[in-house]
């Protein structure tokens, strides 16, 4: 067989997408190609809702590629073994994937990469998960970047490659390796009662993703940064769990938004630098993986934070009920479409790890369970950020109160209203949704009372900064 027409294996993990796809393309150039997907560690790894939405995200590339003639394969167990066997089954010459850059993934890849080029197999890692890979990206003196407004510096003049288009040809192999069945994998079956709400609540897919983006483009990205911080308003692009997932590479979002502001839109660059934090993120876990489960900065081991998850006032955080309403709206919220605002994720985590004295681990580990957009990196980093020990320039000295954020951010309560039920005559479905979401052994009720709240908040301030103060 010649070098044209050899069969590639797109080996696909976080790039579950066809346009700007580097994988794909390099697969596609040479005959081809069979998508590959594996249930391996990382997917075993995984919380309840990430591993439903990764679902909903399979789902939607069988029937993409299916559209295009091709099918998705899906096979469990390690990758290495796997591709071997996917490998010999088809025939394959070439194994193409794009990178990630947490240190697990690192691993497997350059393990992957090693074995297979000494059996004779092209085997070759893409970019295209980020603007720029984390070490492209260095200080005047060779080193990472700490802060990022100079990395935002740092990246805005190196411009950002063009997305690629649609390969234009995909070419299916003679035959078709095995596949499992994806409802075999049970992928969802963590979620209990609680999938069927977040399905009511979120969209999957390449051609969702590109629709969100159209959409937040015409109507509201003008509005961006007035809007963004509005709790109640729909004013961001919400395109975090298709950026997760890779159903729409970071590159396509920039492309797109330049070409609007080429067009005579104002005002982008605000949801544009979030791009960049996504990538800084990423920077800082390629170059200090230790923040994916260790305080970011030193002296943070003896801080005083508890991480005792059976503490009841942390289950009255999990699950809405600490008194304070912008922190039980948001995690209602979170149970109920399996994201939060952003202003609002700040907020809790500012009153779990400040007022509640509770370690930033704890709250990580369960957004990690909960977020359907789950970033490793972005998830740490927001912990971090928030808890004093990240890389936030103004760090624990910083305690959000709850009760001004919402006044400044709700002032109409209508976020508080939309899932709070309790004390509302008729509360809306989004508000009930919560008691479908959560396990029926809790025994809470849309007619109980509100609590009291946990922690006060002059009390739970003052004894963070006493905390602080002593370290």
């Known amino acids: 067989m010649s070098d044209t027409t050899a069969t590639s294996i797109w080996w696909i993990r976080r790039d579950l997408r066809l346009v700007d796809n580097e994988a794909l393309t390099a697969a596609a150039a040479k005959g081809p190609v069979v998508p590959v997907f594996i ?22 590339l069988a029937a993409g590629l299916e559209a295009k003639g091709l099918k998705l394969v899906l096979r469990k167990g390690a990758a290495l073994d796997v591709l071997r066997a996917v490998i010999a089954e088809a025939g394959a010459g070439a194994v193409h994937w794009g990178r990630l850059y947490d240190p697990a993934s690192r691993r497997i890849d350059a393990d992957v990469k090693a074995a297979l080029r000494d059996e004779g197999i092209t085997a070759q890692s893409h970019a295209g998960h980020l603007l720029h890979e984390p ?20 990246i805005e003049p190196l411009g950002v490659a063009a997305p690629l288009p649609l390969p234009a040809r995909l070419i299916a192999p003679e035959a078709w390796p095995h596949s499992d069945d994806l409802a075999s994998w049970a992928l969802s079956c963590d979620m209990r009662r609680g999938a069927a709400v977040l399905a009511r609540h979120s969209t999957a897919g390449e051609v969702a993703a590109w629709e969100k983006l159209t959409r937040f483009i015409e109507e509201r990205a003008a509005d961006y940064k007035a809007a963004r911080d509005q709790v109640a308003t729909e004013g961001t692009s919400d395109l975090s769990d298709n950026l997760a997932y890779g159903e729409i590479s970071p590159r396509s979002v920039w492309a797109t938004g330049q070409a609007a502001t080429a067009a005579g839109m104002r005002g982008l660059e605000p949801f544009l630098r979030q ?7 990423h920077h800082l876990m ?11 900065r030193e002296g943070w081991d003896s801080f005083p ?17 600490t008194g304070v309403d912008f922190v039980d709206a948001a995690m209602r919220e979170l149970w109920v479409t399996g994201k939060m605002h952003n202003r609002a994720r700040m907020v809790v985590a500012s009153y779990l790890t400040k007022h509640m004295m509770v370690h930033w681990r704890v709250g990580e580990r369960w957004f990690a369970d909960q977020l359907i957009d789950f970033d490793p990196a972005n998830n740490a980093m927001g912990w971090q950020w928030v808890a004093g020990s990240g890389p936030d320039a103004a760090p624990y000295f910083r305690v959000f109160n709850p009760d001004t954020q919402l006044q400044k951010f709700d ?3 209508a976020y508080f209203k939309r899932w709070i039920a309790e004390g509302q005559r008729e509360p809306p479905q989004t508000a009930l949704d919560f008691y479908e979401a959560i396990p029926k052994h809790s025994g809470l009720s849309p007619k ?3 609590p009291q709240p946990i922690v006060g908040l002059k009390d739970g301030r003052e004894r963070a900064l006493a905390a602080y103060s002593a370290r």
């Open 135 to 154: 070490m492209t990206v260095k200080t005047k003196m060779g080193d990472y970047y700490k802060v990022f407004s100079p990395f935002w510096r740092a």
């Open 411 to 413: 002032p109409e309560r």
């Open 39 to 60: 249930y391996e560690e990382r997917v075993e790894a995984l919380g309840a809702a990430p591993r439903w939405r990764l679902e909903q995200s399979l789902k939607a």
């Open 275 to 281: 791009v960049g934090w996504r990538d800084f993120a």
């Open 286 to 296: 390629f170059h200090t993986p230790h923040m994916l489960h260790d305080n970011w």
């Open 448 to 450: 109980a009372v509100r």
């Open 305 to 321: 934070w508890s991480e005792d998850e059976t503490d009841a006032k942390v289950q009255a955080w999990k699950y809405g009920r």
